[in-house]
């Protein structure tokens, strides 16, 4: 029977248990994106308590996308150097590690990129309980070329710092999150509509990635799986993009929910908090059915 202590392999990546920390921003990089000393010992950190593989903090793919002043980011090979040192010293402890690839899209911040956010869809600005959402502005069939280019790069840059595997971040109403949502991409062209149309992007997301990297890296992904928005992402909907990114050949699919968007517009994302066992694991139900 298998256990949580056994080890499992997702294509060349082997790991010791079934424990996998999932991505979590810090907000330790400095202001370049660059890893730090403190970033490092946090990573190591949970390299020594055990965990058969850590999923790094969201890296965001263009300097544009970034959502935070400390993000680390992934989109110049300036950054590369400072990731290699971390990766190394995590393979020297017998860890493994997997890069977060990430845009913020419309939850970017302007303050921090001198920009405005770009959206699947124009977004107003908004006024919310915790937070003034930035106005964003509709992406452009360039601009998605760009995007779908930038997050290549950044895997290759993963693979080149030693990383064993990279995850393309869709969930939580960042970018690719914001094109399978019908509440942030109202679209009317070949990114919009049915569920085959909103996933595009990410189908040619993972298609790049995939020939950049090799067929034996693995490339995983992070979606949503409800939005708790109105008119936001339904779970049959992220059922129906699941097998579709199934299908094409994504290595993990981690499930979860909510946005930012959400949190700075409502103060909350509907989740409950943990009080018995039973209440643990929200979208346990979702996976069987997935």
């Not at 248990?17 to 730090?36: L, Q």
């Not at 779908?148 to 290759?156: E, H, L, N, P, Q």
């Not at 994302?269 to 694991?281: F, K």
Request: net charge negative; with cysteine.
């Amino acid at each position: 029977m298998v256990n949580l202590f056994d080890s499992t392999s997702i294509k060349s990546l082997t790991i010791d248990n079934r424990f996998i920390r999932s991505a979590t921003g810090t907000g330790m990089a400095n202001e370049n994106g660059e890893v730090t000393p403190n970033l490092t010992k946090h990573i190591m950190d949970l390299v020594e308590g055990g965990v058969g593989l850590i999923i790094s903090g969201h890296a965001c793919v263009h300097p544009i996308g970034r959502t935070a002043q400390n993000q680390l980011g992934i989109y110049s090979d300036i950054q590369v150097p400072e990731f290699k040192e971390m990766v190394m010293k995590v393979h020297e402890s017998d860890g493994k590690i997997v890069a977060q690839l990430n845009h913020g899209g419309a939850q970017s911040n302007p303050s921090v990129t001198g920009v405005m956010p770009i959206a699947p869809s124009a977004m107003p600005e908004t006024e919310g309980k915790k937070a003034t959402v930035p106005a964003s502005r509709a992406m452009t069939q360039k601009d998605i070329d760009q995007i779908v280019t930038s997050f290549r790069d950044a895997a290759i840059r993963a693979k080149k710092a030693g990383f064993d595997g990279v995850q393309l971040h869709c969930a939580h109403g960042y970018l690719l999150s914001q094109f399978l949502s019908p509440f942030f991409n109202k679209r009317t062209d070949q990114y919009g509509g049915k569920v085959s149309n909103r996933t595009r992007i990410i189908v040619d997301t993972y298609n790049e990635v995939r020939n950049a990297v090799g067929v034996n890296y693995p490339v995983m992904i992070k979606m949503n799986v409800t939005d708790f928005l109105d008119d936001g992402l339904s779970t049959d909907e992220a059922i129906e993009a699941a097998v579709i990114f199934d299908d094409i050949g994504f290595d993990t699919l981690e499930l979860s929910g909510g946005t930012v968007w959400g949190l700075w517009i409502h103060g909350h994302i509907n989740l409950h908090p943990c009080r018995n066992v039973e209440d643990e694991g929200y979208y346990l139900d979702t996976a069987r059915q997935l």
